[in-house]
């Protein structure tokens, strides 16, 4: 190894020896949604890792070519499925993430982007500040005329968010209280998820309530921390992390859920990232060991008969819940339990729409390519609904369908299967 | 020592072919320019010189490798041909493309270029021509050979971005492709019509059409298919120069010289194949998948021998030894006989008549072999489980060492217990973990070679380990390899199978398309004095 023998100084970019379960087989290439795109090796998953080996060996300068390649990087952890030798990608990713936030001076307006980012978007109570004035916007009808005459990198920003009508902002009432001995499920409602998801939060806790299960809430809902975890800024993720662990034991549910696929991973892997706290390494492994997903939670307990949708669904995973917690079948199966829906598969879908926590808005270039690709395939199933388990993705996939007036819903599975239960 | 009178011949960019243009159009080969038959001609009056240059042992910047830096305008030349966004040049992101599988040896290229068609590459290599600079194909990188190493190439032109399938015909059985469309997606696109593409390297998820071209690959199931080489029909090679040649198409049978066949195989080292007409196999109408175990290997070699003899021809048998079954079982639980000594998977295809009636004869077969356990794969989900776990297995691997070498060789079926015995000793001589996981079928072993590349000498061990195990198949009358290629990693070795004068036959054929040896140079072929010291360009790396 040259940096050994040449005594280069060794950097603490991420741990070390995980770089080594990478043999260079290639296999994770074409599951990466960059190389999809740029066909070269940097943009890869492989290629990555050997950047990050050369930057912790000394070989490479972290100078503005290695941070755009790890920067571009989705984090979708496509690569860790497509992976025969195990890779921990996502940790490294993060931790690359950390030390290039920590070394490495952006520009004015990529710091200017992120800024914004990180002071708004893990706060609920100031994206729905933020939020308030463009709500009476819309309300006017004047929400197109406003997009025009923005710039295009906030006008870009606008036309991800969601009609802002449709969100239902107040806390709905708890559904209907099971019987009193079932199990317990607490739906984590997200940062973003709550300003702009909540129905999907709602519907979730719907269905549940509908499966028979008894439908918790958690006093207070902090951000997971993976937005945090994921563009680099570690500190901030872990006292998130933190906070969710104490609230989360706090509710004493047998199982906890989030709308957010990414959420759920996050909070499934509070074990691993607090794993050297002194106080909460025990309580994180157990909150992070009581995560579930909705679809293996609604199958094992059966939903009641639902009604017939006379309709053609087609289902995209998010990555998270693919790639993060392994979920490809659970939400097929329910599509297909109901009465009248016909599933349609969709190509390449696990391949990443582009949304990735706040990827679209720190790197909006990649993203929409994405987002052409995904609604490419999803025009080509000709289905009337596409169906998938995360928020972000929803705001991704519809706005992209918006542009090119395409007329495919974009629904939440939740929302999907609540659909089919009422009435 | 150098040969001046040959270079002054064929060191000069400017040779001028003393034959003229055309009169070769026919149907096997289709030529623009100059042909290269006129090449092979005008070749010809060199040979004796070649012959001389090969055993004397000219170095490679004579015969037509001229050291001219990359420059600038290069750059911006090529840049003009391919886009800005299909260069690379920055040493930083270079990096990245030192190495391929065989991560033993590593060197960057100068330059990366990624043309998006055959006219891009075409113009690419004229331009590389004009200045005289030597080139290195690559498809998605990840032979284990060392095939896309750069040895005294400086620039490495990476087919990647040349990858869509172009026809799909299904009725006369044939697609055409990109060379550097993924394995898998030529599959992917035909298996809803009930077709696949019958190679099936294990790389099969990320390896370019062209790299399978270029290393004839293989896989499980070409006991019964057939490698690479039986499947490809036409080429369209774009040589050194810059022309484009067509050969074979998209008909069953030909006359001539099968020059299709010269080129897959041909590791890069006759140009770069831009695209390719495939044949496509029907999907078989039902499959029988059975896992049987064994308590060592040898049993399970018996087996393989006596169900070939009993005159079955399955679609593939695999073999694992109790390493590789317990790396499979950590990483996939696919269900495997943890505390086996080997298991076999053994696929039989066809039609679904006789099907249950050739699995019971295997069945019955395996056991009198030894065999403990036969079980049959209940379903798809269970048969999947299992391909799975034997395509990732060399993956699998990566999780009980950090690095390891695959190698490749190739024995007579009925000498794989005794290749199995060599491998064991040689693993005990150098102290190395050393797995086997094979197409048993066609005695094609693959022992896994366990080392770390921060400790040097258990990186010279590991070389050393798969020389002998080499040599050892190579007295056993096989060959050097099955699917792999030679690459750098086995160039040292082929004196052992070839005579000198076999390998200037080859450097003549090869010299037919490229007589300057400016496509992928210095590999397969040893070159003077490499297999008895190590050139230093190239191993700039561990060893």
Known sequence: MASASSGAPMRKVVDYELLFDCVHCGLCLEACPTYALKRAEMDSPRGRIYLMKALAEGRLPLDSDAARHLDLCLGCRGCETACPSGVHYGRLIEDARAFVEANYRRSLMDRTRRAIVNAIFPYPARLRALLAPLKSIERAGLRPALAAMLPRAMREWIELLPPLSGCADERAAMPPAADPGAPAVVVHHGCVAQVLANSENLASEAVLAAAGYRVVRMANTACCGALDLHSGNRDRALDFARRNVRMLAACGADAIISAASGCSTAIAEYGALLRDDPELAGLAKSVSATVRDLSALLLERGLPTMRKLECTVTFHDACHLVHGLGVREGPRKLLSSIPGVRLIELAESDLCCGSAGNYNLTEPEMARELARRKVDNIIATGADYVVMANPGCEFQIAAELRRRRANIKVIHLARFLAMALAG | ?543
């Open chain 2, 1 to 543: 020592m150098r040969a001046d009178g040959f270079s002054s011949a064929y060191g000069c960019d400017n040779f001028v072919f003393p034959f003229g243009r055309g009169g070769f159009r026919d149907r096997g080969i289709r030529s623009e320019n100059p042909s290269i038959i006129a090449r092979a001609t005008a070749g010809a009056n060199a040979v004796s010189a070649i012959c001389c240059a090969i055993v004397h042992g000219v170095s490679a910047d004579v015969i037509g490798i001229a050291a001219t830096p990359l420059d600038s305008r290069l750059v911006d030349e090529l840049a003009a041909i391919v886009g800005r966004d299909g260069i690379v040049s920055r040493p930083s992101e270079l990096k990245v493309y030192e190495c391929d599988g065989w991560t033993v040896e590593k060197n960057s290229p100068d330059l990366l270029v990624m043309p998006r068609t055959t006219e891009q590459v075409s113009a690419v290599l004229k331009a590389l021509w004009r200045r005289g600079l030597p080139f290195v194909p690559r498809g998605a990188g990840t032979g284990l050979s060392g095939g896309a190493l750069p040895v005294n190439a400086p620039v490495m032109i990476c087919t990647s971005k040349m990858n869509h399938i172009l026809a799909i015909d299904l009725a006369n059985r044939r697609v055409e492709v990109e060379s550097g469309v993924v394995n898998l997606h030529v599959t992917n696109a035909i298996k809803r019509d009930g077709f696949f593409y019958a190679p099936d390297p294990s790389s099969q998820q990320a390896c370019t059409i062209g790299g399978n071209i270029a290393e004839n690959s293989g896989g499980p199931h070409t006991l019964k298919y057939g490698v690479t080489t039986n499947h490809v029909m036409g080429l369209t090679l774009v040589l050194a120069d810059g022309e484009v040649v067509e050969l074979g198409g998209w008909a069953e049978e030909r006359c001539g010289y099968d020059l299709v066949g010269a080129v897959v195989g041909a590791e890069g080292t006759a140009g770069i194949v831009t695209r390719a007409v495939l044949k496509i196999v029907r999907e078989p109408e039902d499959h029988r998948t059975l896992l049987a175990t064994f308590a060592d290997v040898e049993a399970a070699t018996r087996a393989v021998s006596a169900i070939i003899a009993a005159g079955i021809v399955p679609g593939a048998i695999e073999m694992m030894d109790q390493l590789i079954i317990r790396a499979v079982e950590d990483a996939f639980h696919a269900g495997l006989p943890a505390d086996a000594g080997a298991v076999l998977i053994i696929e039989l295809d066809g039609l679904v008549a006789g099907l249950d009636e050739c699995a019971a004869r295997v069945t019955e077969i395996a056991r009198s072999a030894g065999a403990s356990e036969v079980r049959l794969a209940r379903d798809e989900a269970e048969r999947a489980g299992l391909w799975k776990a034997r395509k990732r297995a060399f993956g699998a691997v990566g999780r009980l060492a950090p690095n390891y070498a695959t190698q490749d060789g190739v024995v007579p079926r009925t000498r794989l217990p005794d290749i199995l015995r060599v491998i064991g000793a040689v693993s005990k001589k150098y102290h190395l973990a050393i797995g086997n996981v094979f197409h048993a079928g066609d005695g094609n072993i693959h022992p896994i070679i366990l080392y770390d590349e921060r400790k040097p000498e258990e990186v010279r061990a590991a070389v050393e380990a798969g020389r002998e195990i080499l040599a050892a198949c190579v007295e056993m009358g096989g060959s050097l390899t099955g699917e792999h290629g030679i690459g750098v990693e086995k160039q040292g070795e082929m004196p052992l199978l070839f005579s000198p004068e076999d390998l200037i036959a080859m450097t003549e054929l090869r010299r037919v398309f490229d007589p300057m040896e400016r496509s992928n140079p210095n590999k397969v072929i040893p070159r003077p004095g490499s297999c008895v010291e190590v050139a230093a360009p190239r191993r700039q790396v561990p060893i």
